[in-house]
Structure formats: structure tokens, C-alpha cells
């Protein structure tokens, strides 16, 4: 059964790290795409990053969020630095669909964790 389960999650100040990891039981993980999204109160959910054939970022996380992964593991992990307000949303670990090498859109992506809520607040 494919599980992914966040967790990292918190309550962080302005100018404050987070790191997110996400736990996947998933078949062949060091082939498969993986990807962060977040999802703000009144919002689409939102691709943040991606890690496989390449590592891609959107652009209001690319100097500040850093995607990485342990195949051995099967872990998948978000730094996130200096973080703002705006920051503020619940986390999404997903995995993307075969066959999609280049993933960034929600329906590219298979199975997804429960989320996780960061908080960036004074």
C-alpha cells in the first residue's frame, strides 16, 4: 500500500527554517518523481519543488527552499529559509504519475500525504 506522510511541520517566526520530510512507502521511490505543494486557506494547491530527472523550484521558493532526497531511505526532504508569512500553508508531499518526468501540475502527480501546516508568524 503507497503511503506518504509528512512531518516538520510548526509554528516558525519571520526569518526562521523549517525542514519538512516526507516518509514514502512506495515502490521503486528512486525512480519515481517526487514534488512539495502547498496549499494556502482560500487557494489551489501550489508545486513548490520537484526532485528526479531534475530538480525544479517555482520562483518564489528558489532562493530560499531546497529539495532533497535519501533513495536508501525512501525519504524526501524540504529546507525551507527565511521564511515569510506568505509562507503560510499546508505542505504537501506527492508523488508523481509514470511516465511524467517533468511534473509541476496537481494532476501530474499519483499519490499525496496528508499534509503538514506551517505557520510563519510573529
Known amino acids: 500500500q503507497v503511503q506518504l506522510v509528512e512531518s516538520g511541520g510548526g509554528l516558525v517566526q519571520p526569518g526562521g527554517s523549517l525542514r519538512l520530510s516526507c516518509t514514502a512507502s512506495l515502490p521503486n521511490f528512486e525512480r519515481t518523481m517526487m514534488g512539495w505543494f502547498r496549499q494556502a486557506p482560500g487557494s489551489e494547491r501550489k508545486f513548490i519543488a520537484r526532485s528526479g530527472v531534475d530538480t525544479s523550484y517555482t520562483a518564489s521558493v528558489r532562493d530560499r527552499f531546497t529539495i532533497s532526497r535519501d533513495n536508501a531511505k525512501n525519504m524526501l526532504y524540504l529546507q525551507m529559509d527565511n521564511l515569510t508569512p506568505e509562507d503560510t500553508a499546508v505542505y504537501y508531499c506527492?508523488?508523481?504519475?509514470?511516465?511524467?518526468?517533468?511534473?509541476?501540475?496537481?494532476?501530474?502527480?499519483?499519490?499525496w500525504g496528508q499534509g503538514t501546516q506551517v505557520t510563519v508568524s510573529s
Open positions: 506527492a508523488a508523481g504519475r509514470p511516465g511524467k518526468f517533468y511534473p509541476v501540475t496537481v494532476s501530474d502527480y499519483q499519490y
